[in-house]
């Protein structure tokens, strides 16, 4: 039966995925915020702002999940996964939006959270989880 094995997944990954959920929603208020204070109050261009943003989150992200023993610390298996999913998002909300009619905001909630639980399920099977 297929329902035993989704519970059996669950209470063996709960702890770690309630933290890596936990994080990613820390991560996602965090960039909105630190955007907002380097473009908005800051003045800085958006390209710049977001792009400092980025580097910080990408490499906050990294540290937060490993010192919470979310993940192994492989920062190179880390790195090329979360730059793929991240160009991966990119592509798929763009599609949304011109091919499938939605608008940004639905795009980008329904891809991040499917690309969420995808990069947990990526990350258990090449080992880092």
């Known amino acids: 039966m297929v329902w035993p094995k989704i519970k059996s997944t669950a ?30 109050v800051l003045g800085i261009s958006a ?6 943003t980025a580097i910080i989150v990408f490499v906050g992200t990294y540290f937060a999940y490993v010192y919470s023993d979310v993940i192994k610390p492989k920062f ?7 730059i793929g999913f ?14 499938g009619g ?4 639905l795009s980008s909630a329904i891809v991040i959270a499917v690309l969420f639980v995808a990069r947990y399920i990526f990350f258990r099977n090449i080992g880092m989880i």
């Not at 390209?47 to 400092?52: C, K, N, V």
């Not at 939605?102 to 905001?105: D, H, P, T």
């Open 11 to 40: 209470r063996k990954h709960g702890g770690k995925f309630s933290l890596f959920v936990f994080i990613g929603i820390l991560k996602t208020v965090f960039t909105i915020a630190l955007n907002g204070a380097l473009i908005d």
């Open 47 to 52: 390209f710049f702002g977001s792009s400092i």
């Open 76 to 82: 190179i298996e880390y790195s090329v996964s979360t």
């Open 86 to 99: 991240i160009i991966l998002q990119v592509v798929l909300i763009s599609m949304m939006v011109y091919f």
């Open 102 to 105: 939605l608008g940004g905001a």
